[in-house]
């Protein structure tokens, strides 16, 4: 059984990516801003998953650490929470782009902060940074999506880097720079598109490179990608 802590996890691929997780025997805490919807996933994966109602962004680490101390370490921590901007780079505020950095990337930095202790008290982290294309360097970019792909860029390049401090710790780091996947963020950002990947099974592979994929790859960003849209 690992210890895994996973952000975003009320829809979509982090809710598929949890409950897969949970339903295999792990213990799973499931984060989100959501109560209610973590309420729901609580119901249906059962004792194994664990939820707390908490802003990635906030600076109060004591309501995550209350629950992760008595754990000892985190074997896994999946990096999914995103926030999608779609509007031109013109139209773009200053506040649309701290809403979309510190859900995106400054909220993942905090909690690579605050659980380094944790990650590093396993005998082998992983650390698995959820990307996209858009942040894909040389990949096809789209109007509108301009700040969502730059903080994707953040989040690779910070995959790398922290690899590299990170490699005589224990603790490996990887980012998948997702493609189109069927979820309610793709439908926002691309209206009518129908995704050749499900949110199921996204989260099916999602689910087992958190467990596998450092015994293979150490600081890469790895496109997973039937379709870009």
């Known amino acids: 059984m690992k210890n895994i802590i996973i952000t975003g996890a009320s829809r979509g691929i982090g809710r598929d990516t949890a409950l897969q997780l949970a339903k295999d025997g792990h213990r799973v805490l499931a984060l989100s801003r959501n109560e209610a919807a973590l309420k729901e996933l609580q119901q249906e994966a059962?004792?194994?998953?664990?939820?707390?109602?908490y802003d990635i962004t906030s600076p109060d680490a004591r309501p995550l650490l209350e629950i992760v101390e008595p754990w000892g370490n985190v074997d896994v921590l999946i990096n999914n929470a995103g926030y999608l901007l779609n509007k031109p780079f013109h139209e773009t505020t200053g506040t649309d782009w701290e809403n979309v950095m510190g859900v995106n990337f400054h909220g993942p930095v905090h909690l690579l902060q605050m659980l380094r202790p944790f990650l590093q008290a396993a005998e082998k982290a992983h650390v698995l940074n959820i990307g996209s294309m858009g942040g894909y360097q040389g990949s096809s970019k789209f109007p509108g999506l301009l700040a969502y792909s730059?903080?994707?860029?953040?989040?690779?390049?910070?995959?790398?880097c922290l690899a590299e401090e990170w490699k005589d710790s224990g603790v490996c780091v990887?980012?998948?720079?997702?493609?189109?996947?069927?979820?309610?963020?793709?439908?926002?950002?691309?209206?009518?598109?129908?995704?050749?990947?499900?949110?199921?099974?996204?989260?099916?592979f999602l689910s087992y490179f958190a467990l596998q994929g450092h015994h293979f790859f150490n600081g890469k960003v790895l496109p997973v990608s039937v379709s870009t849209p």
């Not at 730059?150 to 790398?160: F, Y």
Request: proline residues 4%.
């Open 46 to 53: 059962g004792d194994n998953l664990h939820y707390l109602a």
């Open 150 to 160: 730059v903080s994707k860029a953040a989040i690779a390049t910070l995959t790398e």
């Open 174 to 204: 990887n980012c998948l720079a997702l493609g189109a996947v069927q979820t309610e963020m793709l439908a926002a950002a691309f209206p009518g598109m129908q995704a050749p990947v499900s949110s199921a099974q996204m989260g099916g």
